[in-house]
C-alpha cells in the first residue's frame, strides 16, 4: 500500500518565524510531489510541485525534495497569519497518473 | 480562483433523491478528476476520465454515476445516497494523463449533506 505520512499537527508558529512542514512517502519510485494549501471550507491550491532532488523556490515557499531518504519539505519564510492552513502533501508514484494525498499539516501562525 | 468551476456549492439531499453535482473546467485541459473530502481522511480519487473516456472507477458504490458529455465538463450524478456520503466533492483537472509532471487544480468543491 503506497502511502503518504504527514503530522496531523497544529504546528504553531509565532509571526515572521520560519515554518517547517514535511511528509515522507513510502514508493520509492515516486517522480512527482506537489504541496497544496487548503483553508478551512475550501478546496486545495496547488502552491508548490517539484520533481528533483533539492530545494525549489518561489517567494517565501522552498520546497526541498529527498528521493533517497523519501521526504519532501516545505519551507515557509515570515510566515503571516494568513498561511494559517492545512497543507496536503501529495505524490505521484512512477507510473501512475493517481496522485497519494497526506492527511495534511494544520499550520497556525500566531500575530 | 482556478479556471474550474463547480456547481452547487452546497447540497443537502435526502436520501431518496437524485441530484447532479457539475464541474466545468476552462483551462484546456484533457483530463478531469472526482475526489471525496471527508473529515480527518485523505482525499480520495473516485473517478478519472481523458478525453471524455473514464480511465479509473476506483471502487466506488454504484449510487455515484459520473458522466463526461466533453473534455470540459464533468458531472457527478447521485442516487439513493447513505449519511456516509456527506462530503467535500472536489473536481479536478489536469493538462492530461500520460506526461510525468501533470499538476491538478481543483474546483472549489460541493459541501453534500445527506440527510
Known amino acids: 500500500q503506497k502511502e503518504v505520512e504527514q503530522n496531523s499537527g497544529p504546528l504553531s508558529v509565532p509571526e515572521g518565524a520560519i515554518a517547517s512542514l514535511n511528509c515522507t512517502y513510502s514508493?520509492?519510485?515516486?517522480?512527482?510531489f506537489f504541496w497544496y494549501r487548503q483553508y478551512s471550507g475550501k478546496s486545495p491550491e496547488l502552491i508548490m510541485s517539484?520533481?528533483?532532488?533539492g530545494d525549489k523556490e518561489d517567494g517565501r515557499f522552498t520546497a526541498q525534495l529527498n528521493k533517497a531518504s523519501q521526504y519532501v519539505s516545505l519551507l515557509i519564510r515570515d510566515s503571516q497569519p494568513s498561511d494559517s492552513a492545512t497543507y496536503l502533501c501529495?505524490?505521484?508514484?512512477?507510473?501512475?497518473?493517481?496522485?497519494?494525498f497526506g492527511t495534511g499539516t494544520r499550520l497556525k501562525v500566531l500575530a | 480562483e482556478t479556471g474550474v468551476t463547480q456547481t452547487p456549492r452546497h447540497l443537502v439531499m435526502g436520501m431518496t433523491n437524485k441530484k447532479s453535482l457539475k464541474c466545468e473546467q476552462h483551462?484546456?485541459?484533457?483530463?478531469m478528476y472526482w475526489y471525496k473530502q471527508s473529515a480527518k481522511k485523505p482525499l480520495e480519487l473516485m473517478f478519472v476520465?481523458?478525453?471524455?473516456?473514464?480511465?479509473e472507477n476506483n471502487s466506488v458504490p454504484s449510487r455515484f454515476s459520473p458522466e463526461c458529455p466533453n473534455s470540459s465538463h464533468l458531472f457527478l450524478h447521485l442516487h439513493t445516497l447513505q449519511p456516509e456520503d456527506s462530503a467535500l466533492y472536489l473536481c479536478?483537472?489536469?493538462?492530461?494523463?500520460?506526461?510525468?509532471?501533470?499538476?491538478?487544480?481543483f474546483g472549489p468543491g460541493t459541501r453534500l449533506t445527506v440527510t
Open positions: 479536478a483537472s489536469s493538462q492530461d494523463l500520460t506526461t510525468s509532471a501533470y499538476e491538478q487544480y
Open positions: 514508493d520509492r519510485g515516486s517522480q512527482s
Open positions: 517539484i520533481y528533483s532532488n
Open positions: 501529495a505524490v505521484l508514484p512512477s507510473g501512475t497518473y493517481k496522485y497519494i
Open positions: 483551462l484546456g485541459h484533457n483530463a
Open positions: 476520465y481523458s478525453l471524455e473516456e473514464r480511465v
